[in-house]
């Protein structure tokens, strides 16, 4: 069976992210302390996910990025950042990792990812001979205000993609992670009006407040709009709330590592790392994703 690879020099840091991981991850866990021992395991035995530190001897885990790219381009990375190496995040990211994790929240944001990661990989088995004959589709969707209904749309997207051949597998990640970052914006802070700064108390208030607002007039009331564009020579997502909006003016350079330290700036991060263009509208509440195959 393929192993999670969990890649630090720090042998506490590898038994913490392991301990994160030991409950309802079906693959057994293997540790490399630094990319050249990670190396050896992934050209000895089947590895399905990496997850790596930044900072180690030998070599380090942007340098395991670019080299598992060229061997390895279908095995996810994800990238483990300490406070500080925000920068270093968003060339990992434009090199061709999958996500990164702030270290100072792998609880619970690496189990989510993992496992959000092995359930798209597994679809990406078990689906593809029909849509593998489609040649271009249109779509356009309103949704509730539902995150059941949100990770589906993403899902199906990735489908279409996969079915039209548009990029490899670990880019199709990348699109649809993107993709989902701009769903995720519409519903919470775009239909919900939650601040970022609510996740900063590390507790449940975040939560507790978006699942009341969803019963509450007017939040209940408000759509996400999305509509789709993919054929074979590119793909291009807009995605729309019905909140307030907000002035465009005032996004920060996504790539500013002092942007990165907030909450909200690993989602548009990933968006401008994993599309070509992103572009708000004058109100701030629809963004258009587009990428170029």
């Known amino acids: 069976m393929s192993c999670i690879l969990l890649v630090d020099d720090t042998r506490m840091e590898r038994e913490l992210m392991a301990g994160l991981l030991q409950d309802g991850i079906p693959h057994p866990i293997e540790q490399a302390e630094n990319g050249e021992q ?6 000895n035995q089947p590895v399905e996910i990496v997850v790596t530190d930044l900072n180690m001897p030998n070599l380090d885990g942007l340098e395991l990025i670019k080299i598992a790219k060229r061997e390895f381009p279908l095995i996810p990375i994800v990238l483990a950042t300490s406070y500080g190496s925000e920068e270093i995040a968003v060339e990992a990211l434009q090199t061709g990792a999958a996500s990164y994790i702030p270290k100072r929240r792998l609880n619970p944001l690496l189990k989510e ?3 959000g990661l092995l359930r798209t990989l597994e679809e ?16 356009v969707f309103v949704l509730e205000n539902d995150l059941p209904t949100i990770i589906a749309l993403v899902k199906y997207f990735r489908e279409g993609m996969r079915g ?3 990029c490899d597998r670990m880019d199709r990640i990348r699109v649809c992670t993107a993709l989902e970052e701009a769903l995720l914006n519409a519903f919470y802070h775009g ?8 996740k900063e108390s590390g507790d449940q208030t975040f939560q507790q407040l978006a699942a009341q607002r969803c019963g509450e007039s007017p939040y209940r009331d408000r759509r996400i709009h999305v509509e789709a564009e993919l054929d074979g020579a590119a793909v291009r997502f807009t995605v729309r709330d019905e909140g307030a909006g907000f002035d465009v ?3 920060p350079d996504p790539r500013d590592p002092e942007h990165l330290k907030s909450m909200s700036g690993r ?9 070509d263009q992103v572009a708000f509208n004058q109100t701030g509440n629809e963004v258009t994703l587009h990428r170029k195959h």
């Open 38 to 43: 990670a190396l050896e395991i992934m050209r």
């Open 113 to 115: 990812t993992v496992l």
């Open 124 to 139: 990406e088995k078990i689906e593809a001979r029909v849509l593998m004959r489609m040649t271009e589709y249109r779509s």
């Open 164 to 166: 039209l051949q548009l």
């Open 191 to 198: 239909n919900l009006e939650l601040s970022s700064k609510l």
């Open 249 to 251: 003016a005032s996004i």
């Open 267 to 275: 989602g548009l991060l990933l968006m401008n790392s994993f599309m």
